[in-house]
């Protein structure tokens, strides 16, 4: 009796234990690093279908590494990161550890690469993961080429602002651009597919808002409840304050000459509105290129509106810092400072502004034509051509 309580009880409890079993996925595989620094750790990290961050590792012994990692109930995208022997390494040697994402659900994940270059490993697990890695695998070659192309900038072997740190930006652009392509590509064939909420959450500058917002209704709608999803439809939302076609907030300001300035008096001209600041990076780098617009089609009446949002502590600081980046970036165009009278209107909320730069182009009739954030698309160039025809 004792022999069959004890098989019914192996038949009622196997099946929960099967599950016990089964509640881990396994993340494995091969990666080779130089002697110099060998790769000794790789972590996990990434927040679970329930809003929780959680964070696993597991030693690397002679390149081979197996770690277990809950299921997930949807899929949920993770961040692997290699840790190298020297604990003391420079906060430059972590940086050139390049990340690898992976998505996490209920299949386990083979990994087979490189720790210094860990975001163009080979990747098969998952459907997620299947066609990620095929999306890598396209652009590898773009991104070895920015790598290798923004190393002597990033050891600081060269200057952004030299003409070889120019070129060599520029450079940088054209392969994103590239890049972004084929990511937006992906995004227009897979809308069914989370790898595309994934990339579309990562790639807000490589769209106008217009473009943005379509992008993202085409999507799968099983998607947009989750805190990825809601927080693109939250950046959607703030923006329909410029939305195409939207009437440009107007503003008064005074110029950095001392003369004031009346946005409702540029009617009549297509004008550029710059969100920018003395102390963002990708501002300073897209002046040469609007110092290109401007020359080109200036005559045909074209203005640019230099919006700048400084950071000092009194308005004296920000307006010094402003005057000195205006002279150093030899800026041509129209420059007002929002720090300014910022109690009577606040240029930069009512433009509901979160990154820098912003660029609005609007047209002759005070209407938004389309809005931009940083620099990495052509859609700004392609809208003057049309206007101008050249």
Known sequence: MNKLWIYFLFLTLSPSLLSAQGDNVTIKGK???????????LS???????GKRQGFSAPINDGSFEIEIPKQARVVDATLRTIGKDPNASALQQVMRHPLNVFIFKDDILIDGNAEELDLAQVKGGEENNEYNNLRQSTAGFVKQKNRLYSPILEGKISTESPEGKTILEQLSQLGKKENDLQKKFIENYTESYVSLFLLYRMKSSYTSEDYKLAFNRLASNYKSTD???????????????????????FTRTTAHGTPFNLEKMQGRVILLDFWGSWCGPCRASMPHLQQLYSRYKNKGFEIIGIAQERGKTIDESKNSWYKAIEELRLPWTNVLNNENKEQMDIVKEYQISGFPTKILVDENGKIILRVVASATDDIDIALKKIYGY
């Open 228 to 250: 990825m999803g809601k927080a693109i439809a939250s950046t959607i939302a703030k923006e329909t304050v410029t939305a195409k076609g939207k009437a440009a907030p107007l």
């Open 31 to 41: 990666i080779t690093s130089s002697a110099a620094d060998p790769a000794t750790k």
């Open 44 to 50: 996990v990290s990434f927040i679970d279908y329930q």
